[in-house]
């Protein structure tokens, strides 16, 4: 068995793995509300990007990207979400995750602040142009979304995003330094030609974010 594919030599179980990392401190213990209050509500409006996890009927995980203007998703009440779906690649990877298994986990970052939301809940699918029309952006209205249930909301401190200097410019990778996307998936794929695969993707970006 090679490196990439060795066991761990340890695997700790629950009691152990609380013994390693000790109690949890009354802020962190008392912060998970069944509901999103003011201040999630606040942050929600400020945040154009979340990531959205999701597992299928045999417990395969996937996380996916979602972004637009601050305030693209709408909260109708304290205990509800609704995500609007832009146009992507198709692969509905996430819907068809929340058809089988309705759980789901949804991060929001706000550009600039380095603590982000974290809410978990239930999810469905939905077509209800009552809710979606509302959640128009650039003229086009989108066909379905997903309904998130809340189950839990808490803040979660900074310190990764901090570690990370997320937000600070300086970090920022010099896009020339690293392969485009259309070579990539042309390389990954073998389906197209690099200039074909990357005036593709140029289109789609061009022509398709909504």
Request: glycine share 8%; aromatic share 6%; charged share 20%.
């Amino acid at each position: 068995m090679d490196a990439e594919t060795r066991e761990p030599s340890t695997i700790l179980e629950a009691p152990a793995l609380r013994a390693q990392f000790g109690a949890v401190g009354p802020l962190a213990a008392g912060k998970v509300l069944d509901h999103l209050d003011d201040h999630a509500r606040r942050f929600i409006a400020l945040a154009p990007f979340l990531v959205l996890a999701s597992a299928d009927a045999a417990g395969q995980a996937d996380a996916s990207p979602r972004g637009d203007a601050p305030g693209f998703v709408a909260v109708p009440d304290a205990r509800t979400l609704v995500i609007p779906d832009r146009r992507g690649n198709n692969r509905i990877d996430s819907f068809r995750n929340v058809i089988e298994n309705p759980g789901v986990g949804v991060i929001f970052f706000v550009p600039g602040i380095d603590e982000t939301l974290r809410v978990n809940g239930t999810a469905a699918v939905t077509q209800d142009h009552a809710l979606l029309e509302p959640l128009a952006a650039q003229g086009t209205v989108p066909t379905i979304g997903l309904i998130v249930r809340v189950r839990e909301a808490f803040f979660h401190c900074g310190k990764a995003l901090m570690r990370a200097q997320l937000w600070d410019p300086v970090r920022h990778v010099a896009r020339d330094t690293f392969p485009s996307l259309g070579r990539i998936l042309a390389e990954q794929t073998a389906a197209s030609g690099v200039a074909d695969a990357e005036g593709q993707i140029a289109d789609s970006y061009r022509t398709r974010l909504y």
